[in-house]
């Protein structure tokens, strides 16, 4: 079970948006500004698409967009692509001792 | 340009000792502030954090797998390695390594290149 939740699947139609939740504890996502968020298409390495809960990476579309409320996090998706299909994992650095964990995985289906 | 790549066996039996080599290359681990780390991906299931050595062989690990990990440098030949003893079936997964990015305090911030990833299978 990992140690932040996420939700197993979202789903969008080409253009929308799709919201993509990552809840954890005061420990990880609400006590740390360095939460992250990954779009990992099968077969390939995790590409890192948000940093430090808002900022893109050179090279990443502003489609891509994340926050943090409290324990929880959110990546938000704009106008959706077919090329956005892919898993997407939150993560967070959670302290000392548990040091870097991750969520769950989303799968984002584009219909 | 940054690139890791890892390299081990892709099939061990259950009981025995696995060891990946990350290979890594346009940054150095004799430079304050730098670390590898190591991610793995079960098939179907998540990614989870294993380990991380920073530049003054400062480790760090998962603690749910802590007593069967170890993690060594070889900063002439830019490589770390990845041990896991007692292998299982259920450590079948793909194997990262990764770079991160590292924060005051050795805080993690986020790991910005990955390793292809290597595939382990635990099968007698």
């Known amino acids: 079970q990992s140690a932040l939740t996420q939700p197993p699947s979202a789903s969008g139609s080409p253009g929308q948006s799709v919201t993509i939740s990552c809840t954890g504890s005061s420990s990880d996502v609400g006590g740390y500004k360095y939460v992250s968020w990954y779009q990992h298409h099968p077969g390939k390495a995790p590409k890192l698409i948000i940093y430090e809960v808002i900022k893109r990476p050179s090279g990443v579309p502003d489609r891509f967009s994340g926050s943090k409320s409290g324990n929880t996090a959110s990546l938000t998706v704009s106008g959706l692509r077919a090329e956005d299909e892919a898993d997407y994992y939150c993560?967070?650095?959670?302290?000392?001792?548990?040091?870097?964990?991750f969520g769950g995985g989303t799968k984002l289906t584009v219909l | 340009q940054i690139t890791l790549k890892e390299s081990g066996p892709t099939l061990v039996k259950p009981t025995q000792t696995l060891t990946l080599t990350c290979t890594f290359s346009?940054?150095?681990?004799?430079?304050?502030?730098?670390?590898v780390g190591w991610i793995r991906q079960p098939p179907g299931r998540a990614l989870e954090w294993l380990a991380l050595i920073f530049w003054d062989d400062d480790e760090r690990y998962n603690p749910s797998l802590r007593s069967r990990l170890t993690l060594t440098k070889d900063t002439s030949k830019n490589q770390v390695v990845l041990t896991m003893t007692n292998m299982d079936p259920v450590d079948t997964a793909t194997y990262y390594c990764?770079?991160?990015?590292?924060?005051?305090?050795?805080?993690?911030?986020?790991?910005?290149?990955w390793g292809p990833g290597t595939q382990v299978t635990v099968s007698s």
């Open positions: 990764a770079h991160p990015n590292v924060a005051p305090r050795r805080q993690v911030s986020y790991f910005d290149f």
């Open positions: 346009g940054f150095s681990l004799t430079a304050r502030g730098v670390g």
């Open positions: 993560s967070s650095y959670a302290g000392s001792n548990n040091f870097v964990v």
